[in-house]
């Protein structure tokens, strides 16, 4: 199995910054494409950003230029570096990971979220 663990979540004002760490452990061979979704109050879960495992980065429109997503293979962690943050972005933040397992089997798996919440 394996286990994502996020942080770095908080209350900030319109205009600060944060940053955003999930941890991947377990059963992991490797891992392709890491990313970050996000889910608000009432709304669909919605991708924020993916990077994959050679680094190719896409963000959505509405974080383009104000979110950088990366990422440290060695310590299986990917970052969401979050600035210019608006009350628009309040959400729990979802970190995912696809991979393979040891066993061979295809893996992807989600963290349990970490709340961010932007004060206007």
């Known amino acids: 199995q394996v286990q994502l663990v996020e942080s770095g979540g908080g209350l900030v004002q319109a205009g600060g910054s944060l940053r955003l760490s999930c941890a991947a452990s377990?059963?992991?061979?490797?891992?392709?494409?890491m990313g970050w979704y996000r889910q608000a109050p009432g709304k669909q879960r919605e991708l924020v950003a993916t990077i994959t495992s050679g680094g190719s980065t896409d963000y959505a429109a509405s974080v383009k230029g104000r979110f950088t997503i990366s990422r440290d293979n060695a310590k299986k962690m990917v970052y969401l570096q979050m600035n210019s943050l608006k009350p628009e972005d309040t959400a729990i933040y979802y970190c995912?990971?696809?991979?393979?397992?040891?066993?061979?089997?295809?893996?992807?798996?989600w963290g349990q979220g970490t709340q961010v919440t932007v004060s206007s």
């Open positions: 377990g059963s992991i061979f490797s891992i392709h494409d």
């Open positions: 995912k990971t696809e991979g393979s397992s040891w066993s061979g089997r295809p893996f992807a798996s």
